[in-house]
C-alpha cells in the first residue's frame, strides 16, 4: 500500500485467515485484556497526532520578516527620530495589524490537523476476551476484532471478516459518489484504495448492513493518518500577489537606500552641512517609501472578501482573494461541485424503445420522450411496468421538506422513485395496491433484489427483480415487448444496449418480473432462479449543475482551464466531462486513471497534467502530485474538494476551495476559501471578484507610486541644485498617509470593468510593474517634479515666504493625486466612459481630502505642525492648473495607446491586469 512500510503486510491481498494469522487475531473471542494492553503500549493509542510546529512567539516574530515590513519600520522609525510621534504610530499600527493577521493565518495547518484528528471516532464496539465491549476508540490495537452496524463511523482501518450487506460510504476518502457494497474475497495487491472491497477504513460511514472486521492499522499508520503525513509535507506556498509583493518590496528597499545614499554623497561633494545634508537623504527616503500600500492592500482585499461573500464564497485568507483572479487552472470535484449529487434517472429501455427522462435531482418533475417527442408513460405498458417495478422493488422513500426534495434511504432507489413519479405512478396507492409481503434484500453476493407483492385474493403473488443486468439477465426466458407481451429473450441485444448505456456513463440497472403460487407465504432464493420476464433497463448518473456548465463555459472565455479530479469511475467521469463542456466539441474526452498516474515519473507526470482534462480514480498522492506537476510548469491552480482525501491537495494548491454543505472539517481548515452552496458556478463568480481585486489594487500602486517618485525627485533635484528642500519630512508623511487614506483606498471600491471575464490570465511570472506601469508612473512623476519644483521657486520669486512656498508645493502633490486618481479609475479607458456615479466614495474622500488640505493651509495649529502657512487665491489657482495639465495628459496617453492597439499587451484591459 502506497505509504506503508514495505515489510506490513498488503492487507487487501491476504484472505481473513491469513490476516488473522498474520497479527495473531482470534475472531470469536478478539484479543485477551492483558494482551491488549501490551500491544497499546508497542503501537500506541489509535489517535492522530498534531505537531506542535514552531513557539507562538517565534511565529509571531516571523511575520515581520518581510522587505515590506522593514520599509516601514525604518519609515516609523524615521518618523520618531524627527519627534513625529503620531505618524510613527500610525505606521507602527499598520506594522502590527498585518502581523498579528498573519500570526492568526499561520496557525491554520494545526488547525487543519487537528480537524483530521477529530474525525476518528469517540467509541467503537470490540470484542475483547470473548465479551461485546463498547471502548474508547483510542484504545483499539491491531488485531482487535471490531463489529460495524449501520450508522457507525469505522474506528480503524479493518480486514473485513464477515459482513451482511454491508456498504459504506467512502466518499470523503476516495471520492466515491455511492456506497460501496462490501466483500471478503482477497484482492490483487495493486488493487487502488476506491476498489478495496475488502477492507474499511478509518473515518468512514457504515450506511447499510452489519460487518466484522479486524483492525490492521491504527492511527498514524492508518490510511486517514497517511493523509495527515501528507498534510505536514506540504509547505504552504505564496500567493501570487504575495510573491509580487515581496519582490516590489525588495526592489523598493535597495532603490530608496541606494538613492538616499546618492544625494547624501553628493550633497557632501557639493560642500553643504552634514546635518542638513542627512535630513535631505532621510526626506527623500520618507518620499520614496509608500506607506500606504500594506493597508492599501489589506482594505482591498477586504473588500473583496465581502463582495465574495455576496456571492457565496466564504475566504478564509485574505490574499486567496487576489489568488483566485490570477488562476489559471481549476482542479475540481465532480460529485456535488459540477453535479447536483442526486442520482436521477436518465434514460429508460423498455419494449425495445428507448426513452430519455427530462428534469434533475428528486423533484417529481419531468417529460418522457422518445426521439426528442414527449410520450405519455400511461399508454407505453412495457415503460410503466419497469417504472412501478422499480418503485415498488423498493426499500427507499421520497419526502419533501423546507429544503425540497429528498431521499431517505439509498441514492440509486431514489432516482428510481423519482423517475416513476415524474411518469404520474401514485407510489403510496401503488403500495396499498400491491402490498409487499417479502423481500429478499440486495447484497453483494447475489447482486440483486428481489420483493413479493399480492395481487388480490386468488391472484398469483407478483414479484419483481432488480439488479445488476447480468444477474437479472441469468434469471429470465422471456422479454415483454412494448405491449407487455412476452416474447423471446435476446440477451445479445439488452447486453449491448446496456453496454452502450454503460459507455456513456451511466449505472445500469436491470427489472424484471415473475409470478409464485397464490398460497406463497415467503419468498426464497431458489423461487427467483430462472423463470421470469425482462422488462427493460434503467441507467441513471448523478447529473450536471445546470450552472456549472455555464461557469465551465465563462471560465474557458476568461483563459482558464478546468480539469475534473475525481475518485469515480472514468467512464462517469468522462460522462460528466463531456456534458459540461470540458472536451472540444465533436471529440472524446481522454481520462487518465490512478493507476496510470502511479505508472509516471514526474517529467511525464506533468506533461499528461497539462495535457488531460479528466482524472479518475485517483489517492489522496496522486491529486497532490497533479497540483505540484500543475504547479510546476507555472501553473496558479486552485482545487476543490470536500473530503478527508482532498486536504493535502487542498493545501497545497495556490488556493484550495472546500465544499461548506457537504464538505468535511477537515477539508474546510486546509482551504483558503469554502463555498456556502458547494457550487462550481461560485467559484467562477469568486474568480471574476478576484481579478477585480487585482486590478484595484493595481490601480493603487499605479496611483501611489508617481507620487513616491515625485517626492524623491523633488528632493534629489534640490540637493543637485543646493537649494532649499521645496518640501520636508513631515510634510512628505502629510502626502503619503492622507492622501493614502482619503484618496487611494477609494480605489477599492471602483466596480468591475465590462469584460474582466472575456481576457486570459495575466502570466503568473509577469510583475506588478509592467514597462507600460514604469513609463505612466515616470510620466507622472516628472509632471510632479515639474510642478512642484517649479512652483515652489516661483513663489519664492514672487516674494512668498520659504513656508508658504513650501506650502504651494504640498498642494501640487495634493491636487495632481486628486486629479490623477480619476485617471486611474482605469488604466486604459476614458475617465468618462465610465461614468461619474459609479464609484461615490470617490467623491467622498475628494471632498475629505480637500477639507485636509484647507485645514493643512489655514489652521495655525496645522501651520506649526506642518510649518505650512496661508497662500493667496492665485497660488491655489497655479496649483490647479498643474493637476488639471496633469489630469489632461494622463487622458491623452491613454487615448495614444487605445490608438496603437492597448500597449505592449495589444489589448484593451492589458494594462490593468498585469
Not at 60 to 65: A, D, H, S, V
Not at 93 to 113: D, F, I, M, R
Not at 153 to 162: F, G, H, Q, S
Not at 335 to 358: F, I, K, P
Request: with cysteine; charged share 20%; glycine share 10%.
Amino acid at each position: 500500500m502506497a505509504g506503508m512500510d514495505p515489510h506490513e503486510p498488503v492487507w487487501h491481498a491476504l484472505s481473513g485467515p491469513e490476516a488473522l494469522d498474520s497479527l495473531d487475531g482470534e475472531p470469536r473471542r478478539g484479543l485477551e485484556p492483558q494482551e491488549a494492553r501490551r500491544r497499546l503500549e508497542q503501537h500506541g493509542p489509535n489517535q492522530l497526532e498534531t505537531p506542535t510546529g514552531p513557539g507562538s512567539l517565534r511565529r509571531l516574530l516571523g511575520q515581520f520578516n518581510q522587505a515590506l515590513v522593514y520599509i516601514l519600520l525604518a519609515s516609523g522609525a524615521v518618523t520618531a527620530f524627527l519627534g513625529e510621534w503620531v505618524d510613527a504610530g500610525v505606521i507602527l499600527g499598520v506594522v502590527l495589524v498585518n502581523a498579528v493577521v498573519g500570526y492568526v493565518q499561520e496557525a491554520k495547518a494545526l488547525q487543519a490537523l487537528a480537524a483530521l484528528s477529530r474525525t476518528m471516532v469517540a467509541e467503537a464496539l470490540v470484542l475483547r476476551g470473548g465479551q461485546q465491549a463498547r471502548l474508547d476508540a483510542r484504545e483499539l490495537v491491531p488485531g482487535d476484532i471490531v463489529l460495524l452496524q449501520a450508522g457507525d463511523k469505522v474506528p480503524a482501518d479493518l480486514r473485513l471478516l464477515a459482513g451482511r450487506e454491508l456498504r459504506l460510504d467512502e466518499s470523503a476518502l476516495t471520492g466515491e459518489s455511492l456506497p460501496v457494497e462490501k466483500g471478503l474475497e482477497a484482492l490483487d495487491p495493486a488493487t487502488e484504495l476506491a476498489e478495496r472491497r475488502n477492507m474499511a477504513y478509518a473515518s468512514t460511514l457504515v450506511t447499510h448492513g452489519q460487518g466484522r472486521g479486524l483492525v490492521v492499522a491504527t492511527g498514524a499508520h492508518s490510511e486517514v493518518g497517511r493523509i495527515s503525513r501528507l498534510m505536514i509535507e506540504v509547505e504552504t506556498l505564496q500567493t501570487p500577489l504575495t510573491r509580487k509583493i515581496a519582490r516590489f518590496s525588495h526592489l523598493v528597499l535597495w532603490a530608496i537606500l541606494a538613492l538616499a545614499a546618492a544625494a547624501f554623497a553628493v550633497g557632501l561633494w557639493r560642500g553643504q552641512p552634514l546635518v542638513e545634508t542627512f535630513m535631505a537623504a532621510v526626506a527623500l527616503a520618507v518620499g520614496a517609501i509608500p506607506e500606504g500600500l500594506p493597508a492599501a492592500v489589506t482594505i482591498t482585499l477586504a473588500i473583496g472578501v465581502s463582495r465574495m461573500a455576496r456571492r457565496r464564497a466564504v475566504v478564509r485568507r485574505l490574499p486567496a482573494v487576489e489568488t483566485l483572479g490570477s488562476t489559471t487552472v481549476i482542479c475540481t470535484d465532480k460529485t456535488g461541485t459540477l453535479t447536483e449529487n442526486r442520482m436521477t434517472v436518465r434514460e429508460v429501455w423498455a419494449g425495445g424503445r428507448l426513452y430519455t427522462v427530462t428534469g434533475g435531482g428528486y423533484e417529481p418533475r419531468g417529460e418522457f420522450l422518445e426521439d426528442g417527442a414527449r410520450v405519455e408513460p400511461r399508454q407505453r405498458p412495457a415503460l410503466w411496468g419497469t417504472l412501478l417495478a422499480g418503485a415498488l422493488c423498493n426499500d427507499s422513500e421520497l419526502v419533501e421538506d423546507q429544503e425540497g426534495w429528498r431521499v431517505q434511504g439509498d441514492p440509486t432507489e431514489g432516482a428510481l422513485l423519482t423517475a416513476a413519479a415524474k411518469a404520474g405512478v401514485a407510489l403510496s396507492r401503488g403500495r396499498s395496491r400491491l402490498p409487499r409481503l417479502d423481500a429478499i434484500p440486495f447484497a453483494s453476493e447475489s447482486q440483486f433484489m428481489a420483493t413479493m407483492h399480492d395481487a388480490g385474493p386468488g391472484q398469483p403473488r407478483l414479484v419483481y427483480l432488480k439488479g445488476a443486468v447480468e444477474t437479472v439477465l441469468e434469471r429470465c426466458s422471456r422479454s415483454l415487448s412494448d405491449l407487455c407481451r412476452p416474447g423471446p429473450l435476446r440477451p445479445e441485444d439488452i447486453l449491448a444496449r446496456a453496454e452502450d448505456m454503460a459507455g456513456r456513463g451511466l449505472r445500469v440497472l436491470a427489472l424484471a418480473q415473475g409470478q409464485l403460487a397464490p398460497d406463497d407465504a415467503s419468498l426464497e432464493h431458489e423461487e427467483v432462479a430462472a423463470g421470469y420476464d425482462f422488462l427493460g433497463l434503467v441507467g441513471m448518473l448523478d447529473p450536471p449543475r445546470a450552472e456549472a456548465v455555464a461557469a465551465v463555459a465563462a471560465c474557458r472565455r476568461a483563459g482558464i482551464r478546468v480539469k475534473m479530479i475525481t475518485g469515480d469511475h472514468a467512464l462517469t467521469a468522462q460522462a460528466i466531462a463531456q456534458e459540461i463542456g470540458l472536451g472540444e466539441a465533436g471529440g472524446r474526452l481522454a481520462v487518465l486513471g490512478g493507476q496510470e498516474i502511479g505508472s509516471l515519473d514526474d517529467a511525464e507526470l506533468a506533461r499528461a497534467a497539462r495535457a488531460t482534462s479528466v482524472f479518475a480514480r485517483v489517492s489522496p498522492e496522486q491529486k497532490l502530485r497533479l497540483v505540484r506537476a500543475l504547479q510546476a510548469g507555472g501553473e496558479v491552480v486552485a482545487m476543490t474538494g470536500d473530503g478527508v482525501n482532498d486536504a493535502p491537495a487542498l493545501r497545497q494548491a495556490d488556493i484550495g476551495v472546500a465544499m461548506g454543505l457537504a464538505g468535511t472539517e477537515v477539508a474546510k481548515q486546509a482551504a483558503d476559501m469554502v463555498l456556502a452552496d458547494d457550487n462550481f458556478a461560485s467559484i467562477a463568480a469568486a474568480v471574476e471578484e478576484g481579478r477585480g481585486v487585482f486590478d484595484n489594487l493595481v490601480k493603487f500602486i499605479v496611483w501611489t507610486l508617481p507620487t513616491n517618485l515625485g517626492e524623491g525627485l523633488v528632493i534629489l533635484a534640490a540637493i543637485l541644485s543646493g537649494v532649499a528642500l521645496p518640501i520636508l519630512p513631515v510634510q512628505i508623511l502629510w502626502i503619503n498617509m492622507t492622501t493614502a487614506v482619503a484618496l487611494g483606498l477609494m480605489l477599492a471600491f471602483e466596480p468591475k470593468e465590462p469584460g474582466i471575464m472575456d481576457r486570459p490570465p495575466r502570466p503568473p511570472a509577469r510583475p506588478i510593474l509592467t514597462r507600460q506601469v514604469l513609463e505612466r508612473l515616470f510620466l507622472v512623476g516628472a509632471l510632479l517634479l515639474a510642478g512642484a519644483f517649479g512652483l515652489h521657486e516661483w513663489e519664492l520669486a514672487l516674494g512668498a515666504s520659504q513656508a508658504q512656498a513650501r506650502t504651494v508645493a504640498v498642494n501640487v502633490f495634493v491636487l495632481v493625486e486628486l486629479f490623477y486618481l480619476f485617471n486611474c479609475r482605469s488604466l486604459t479607458r476614458s475617465v468618462l466612459s465610465l461614468g461619474l456615479a459609479s464609484n461615490p466614495p470617490l467623491f467622498a474622500g475628494a471632498g475629505l481630502m480637500l477639507g485636509l488640505q484647507l485645514a493643512f493651509t489655514y489652521w495655525p495649529a496645522m501651520n506649526g505642525m506642518f510649518h505650512s502657512a496661508p497662500v493667496g487665491l492665485s497660488s491655489w489657482l497655479r496649483a490647479l492648473g498643474v493637476a488639471v495639465l496633469a489630469f489632461l495628459v494622463v487622458e491623452g496617453e491613454k487615448r495614444w495607446r487605445r490608438a496603437r492597439g492597448g500597449g505592449e499587451d495589444g489589448g484593451e484591459h492589458a494594462t490593468s491586469v498585469h
